[in-house]
């Protein structure tokens, strides 16, 4: 289920109220997306019901789709992130729970939509063994169609890229990331939009 080495795109699993399993597939060509659903999720719905969401992001992104696909625990992911809504307004907050976080440190990341990595840790509150986010959110520029990613680390300290290279494109940030964790820190990408 793991695409080739080079392509922009990540599958990942979930599990749905309804209980029918979901694939997430992020991409930032829309061959890779039809060529995954051509090739992995259609022959798995002969047997099994699977729906499929479908997201595009740009390809300045693809950083952080190939540093989430290189961890050792692809495609799981242990890190479940809940968004309270996966589409906001530009203005409105984004909010949301962590969980499988316990013990460790956390850090909260936007690559958006320009390939700009941002920290977004000061707007993560831990409270009586909860973790959540509530993050404003205004969108500069036109509303596109690509997705933003949220990502979230948590590892056994405090990463110094995170510290250091907040503000760079994901192509250095993710770069020096690999170098300094591996593919082994417990790690989640989530996809949303602001319109």
Same mark, same amino acid.
């Given at each position: ?22 694939? /997430? ?11 995954? /659903? ?93 973790? /959540? ?45 690999? /170098? ?16």
């Amino acid at each position: 289920m793991r695409p080739s080495a080079d392509a922009c795109l990540l599958a990942l699993p979930e599990n749905q109220p309804s209980g029918t399993p979901r694939v /997430t597939v992020i991409a930032a060509q829309e061959s890779a997306l039809r060529s995954f /659903t051509e090739e992995v999720v259609e022959p798995t719905r002969l047997d099994t019901p699977v729906d499929d969401r479908q997201v595009f992001v740009d390809e300045r992104q693809c950083p952080a789709l190939r540093f989430a696909r290189s961890n050792a625990r692809y495609p799981g992911t242990p890190v479940t992130v809940g968004l309270a809504r996966a589409e906001i307004e530009s203005g409105d907050a984004l909010v949301g729970v962590l969980g499988n976080v316990a013990g460790r440190y956390t850090s909260l990341l936007i690559v958006d939509d320009n390939g700009v990595v941002q920290n977004l840790r000061r707007f993560v509150s831990f409270s009586g063994g909860e973790v /959540t986010f509530d993050v404003p959110m205004t969108r500069s520029g036109p509303s596109r169609d690509t997705s933003q990613l949220l990502v979230v680390l948590a590892t056994d300290g405090r990463p110094r890229t995170v510290t250091e290279q907040a503000g760079q494109l994901a192509e250095d940030f993710f770069a020096a990331l690999e /170098t300094e964790l591996g593919t082994d820190p417990l790690i989640s990408i989530v996809p949303f939009r602001v319109r």
